[in-house]
């Protein structure tokens, strides 16, 4: 018997691939759902165990895709741009407004190893008794503990989805043994497959799964090249404090110039420069209130 051989890592272009019997599934059955969810998350705890991979930055990232679906789960317009706004164009004493609070939500949630106090930082508005009893809803395999959390917040609070799949994705990394939270459900699930429970909820799970953690397993791919890019390009910057700037590039999805340990007109100059050699990307195609992002 012969086998695929492995696709290891050779440049920072490619971790190592998600096999193309998983990308092409179309499992249709509950079991073999099952198998390909496991098979992807297998996947991606390799990928992340590589030190390539700007752990915080992939995160941040996910982070707003789960942050976008929520908003959209809830009705509201806002997308990607609108939220990266919300939250880098805060000045002090504004308000971020709903979706804004979505994205800090998640942020949050992100930011720091799964702990019940990480999880109350996220969600304020729950005690972090009810956040605890939530958390600890599940039983089973990975999936279906994340299931059961994710059923349990919305039977008591059915319009909570972006605490339930907070508290879901929390879930699936403590059973997986994941340090922190990796947003991955919400950007898989349709609003429809909130409504479910049971078996139909574990497969629309499982199919979520699939699907989010191919393209967290890409994600991943491309934010390692970008980092390693910028790392390459960081001795050819002479600012004062550029050092500690690059080290915020790569832990965090975007960043207005005003963000960064210079001043603004430094700041400025240094993002240009950056966009320059090809290490970060203006996010917004604005003259104006740019924000930048590897």
Known sequence: MTFARTDHISTLDTLPRMPEWITSARPEILEDIALFSGAALSHLHLVLSREEVPHALLRDRLALRAAEACVAFSGRPERAGELRDAVHLLRPGDLPGPAGETYLAWRRA????????????????????????WFDAGKGGPVNRAGMVLEAVLREVPRAEEAALILADAALAKALGWDHLVPLLAAGLKRADLRKQGDGLRSACHRALISSTIKAVRQAAELARRAEQLKAVSPKLRAKGAGDAVEMFLTRDAMAPSALPL???????LCDRLVDLGAVRELTGRDTFRLYGV
């Open 110 to 133: 992100v930011e720091r190893p799964v702990s019940i106090k990480t999880l109350s930082r996220a969600l304020p508005t729950f005690e972090p008794g009810q956040i605890a009893a």
């Open 263 to 269: 001043p603004d007109r430094a700041a400025r100059r």
